[in-house]
C-alpha cells in the first residue's frame, strides 16, 4: 500500500525534558496514513521517547500530539495501536499463546484459539506456542512482542528495533511480515532500527531524528536520489578535479562527482576534449547510511553535496 | 471496561500457580497438617497416660460442633499468618507489571483507573477464595481431630452464631483487603515487589506497638484519634461488637461508628491515593 494523504500522528513542538536533558526538543513532525514509515537517529535522538509519548506512558513536557486524530495517552487512540518497545518482557510463568490470550482479554477481545495460533504461525512461533516464556531467547520475545503488537488487528503499530536480537533468517522473515503488514493487511507501520539497510528496504518514508529534533524527513528514494554523484575512473585525477572545481572529490584513483545527472554528458564532453582518459564513469546512489551519518553529524560529506541533498529533500 | 481488566488480571493470576499456592492453599494445608499432628500427640499422650494410670477416666471433651469451628475459623481468619501468605501473592498482582515491565502492554488498552481497579477486583475474589479454603481447612482439621481423640461431630448453628459467622467473615474479608490497599499503595509509590509485600506488615507491626502506647499517649481505645490511627484497633472493635456477650457489651456507644468509618478510610484512602498517583505516572521504564 502506498501512503496517502492522511496523516496518523501529528506532533506539533513536541519536547520532553529529563532534568537539564531534552529528550525532544520542539518535534514537529507528520506521518502519514499506510505503508512503512521509519523513524532513525542515534542512540538518544528522541526515538523512543516520540514512541513512548504517542503510546501515554509519558507526558509531554510541552506541545501537542495527535493519534489519528485523537489526543495521545486517551484510551480510544491508543486502543487502535499496537506496538512492540525495545526487547519486551512478559510474565515469565506464562506460555506465549497464554500471553496472547491474557492481552486479548484484556483488549476485550474472547479468547479465539484460531486467531491466537494465526498469529504465532505468523511471527513463527507455532512450536514454541506452550513453552514457557521465561525460556525464551531474545529474537523469541521480539517475535511474541510483534504478535502481541498485532493480535488486536490495529490500524497503526509501533514496533521499536523489531529485529534486535534475531539471526539473519529472522531478520529476513520480519522484513517480509513488515511489508505485508502494510501491503496486505493496510496497516502503518512506524519502524524504528538502527539497521539502515533493513529500513532502507522495508520503509517508504523515513524521518531522522537527532538530538530530539527531526533532521530530514522524506521518502526513502527522494533521500537516496540526493546524495547521488557520478564515478570517474581518470587519468590524471588532479586535472578532473580542477575542472570539477568544488564539485569534486578524490576517491583513490578515482573522482567522485556531485553534479546533477543532466549535466552529465557535458561533463564527459569536457573531459575528453581537456585530454582526460576515462577508464569508467558511472552514477553512484548515496544510501541512507550516508544520508543517516551526514545529517546525524557522524561523518561530513562535501558541503555542496549536504547543501545540494537539503535543497532536494 | 473494567471487567476486561478483572478477567484478563483473574486470567494471568490463575496461571501463575506458586502464587495462588502461596495465596490460597499454604496457610490452610500448613495449619492442617500443624493440627493433625497436635492431634496426633494428644491422643499419642492420653495413651500413654492411660496405660500408666488406667484407673483415670480421660475425658477427651464432648462432641464437635462444626458449626462453632466454623464461627471460630471465620473470626481467626485474618491472622498473622494469614496476612503473611496473602500478601506475598497479592504482592505479584500488584507489582508485577512493574517487575516485568508489563504495563506497557496493557496501558494502551484500557484506562489506567480501570486497570488497577481490576486488580483490586481479583485481589477480592482471590481472599475470599483464601476465605473459603480456611474454613474448609479449619472443618477438616476439627473432623479430623474428631476422629482421631474419637470425639462425635455434630453441626448446629442458630440464628445468632449464623449472623456471628457472617459478620466475622466479611469483617475479616475487609480486614485482609484493608491490608493489601496498603500493599497496593506502596507497590505503585515504589515500584516494588518487595515494598508491596514488606510496607503493610510493617503497618500491621507498627500498629501493635501503637496500640500499646495509647495510654502514653492520653488517648482512650474509643477516641476518634485512636480508631482513626489504628485501623487494627477499628477491626478488634468491630470484631467485640460482632462477639457480643460482656466483650462486646464493654464497647462504648458510638465506638462502632468510629470504627466503620476508621475501616473504610483505611481501605478507600490508599486505592485513592493509589488511582490519582498511577494516573500521572511514568511507565517508561515499565
Known sequence: MTPSAYSVIETRNLTKTYGAVRALDGLSLTIPQGGVYGVLGPNGAGKSTLFRILLGLIRPSEGEATVMGGAIGTVSATRRMGSMIETPRFPPFMTARQVLVWLSTAHGLKADDARTSGWLDRVGLTEAADRKVRGFSVGMLQRLGVAAALMTEPELVILDEPTSGMDPPGIQEMRALIRSLAERDGITVILASHQLLEVQRVCDRVAILNRGRLVREGSVSDLTSTGERLRLSVKPVAKVLEILGGKGVAEGSAVLAAIPRTEGPALLRALIEQGVDIDEARWVGADLESVFMTETGTVQMPEDVQQEARHAG | ?286
Open chain 2, 1 to 286: 471496561m473494567l471487567a476486561d481488566a478483572i478477567l484478563s488480571e483473574a486470567y494471568r493470576f490463575a496461571r501463575n500457580r506458586m502464587a495462588v499456592f502461596w495465596t490460597v492453599l499454604f496457610v490452610p494445608i500448613l495449619f492442617l497438617v500443624f493440627g493433625t499432628l497436635v492431634a496426633l500427640f494428644t491422643k499419642a499422650r492420653m495413651a500413654e497416660i492411660a496405660s500408666q494410670m488406667p484407673q483415670v477416666d480421660l475425658d477427651v471433651g464432648g462432641p464437635v460442633n462444626l458449626g462453632l469451628s466454623l464461627v471460630k475459623s471465620a473470626a481467626d481468619f485474618a491472622n498473622p499468618i494469614v496476612l503473611l501468605f496473602v500478601l506475598i501473592g497479592v504482592a505479584t498482582l500488584y507489582a508485577g507489571d512493574y517487575r516485568w515491565e508489563t504495563w506497557r502492554l496493557t496501558s494502551a488498552r484500557n484506562t489506567r483507573a480501570n486497570l488497577l481497579l481490576g486488580k483490586v477486583g481479583v485481589v477480592k475474589v482471590v481472599i475470599l477464595l483464601a476465605l473459603a479454603v480456611w474454613l474448609i481447612g479449619g472443618l477438616a482439621g476439627d473432623v479430623i481431630k474428631a476422629a482421631m481423640l474419637a470425639r462425635p461431630v455434630t453441626f448446629s448453628m442458630d440464628g445468632g452464631d449464623a449472623a456471628q459467622f457472617l459478620g466475622f467473615s466479611v469483617l475479616m474479608w475487609l480486614r485482609v483487603i484493608q491490608f493489601t490497599m496498603i500493599g497496593l499503595l506502596a507497590a505503585v509509590v515504589t515500584r516494588s515487589l518487595l515494598a508491596a509485600l514488606f510496607v503493610p506488615l510493617v503497618v500491621a507491626i507498627g500498629q501493635f506497638f501503637l496500640m500499646q502506647a495509647l495510654p502514653i499517649l492520653g488517648l482512650e481505645p474509643g477516641d476518634w484519634l485512636s480508631q482513626l490511627m489504628l485501623p487494627g484497633l477499628a477491626a478488634d472493635t468491630l470484631k467485640a461488637l460482632i462477639e457480643g456477650g460482656p466483650t462486646g457489651a464493654s464497647i462504648p456507644d458510638g465506638v462502632g461508628i468510629k470504627a466503620v468509618v476508621s475501616l473504610v478510610v483505611w481501605t478507600v484512602g490508599p486505592l485513592a491515593a493509589s488511582i490519582a498517583l498511577f494516573q500521572r505516572q511514568d511507565l517508561s521504564k515499565e
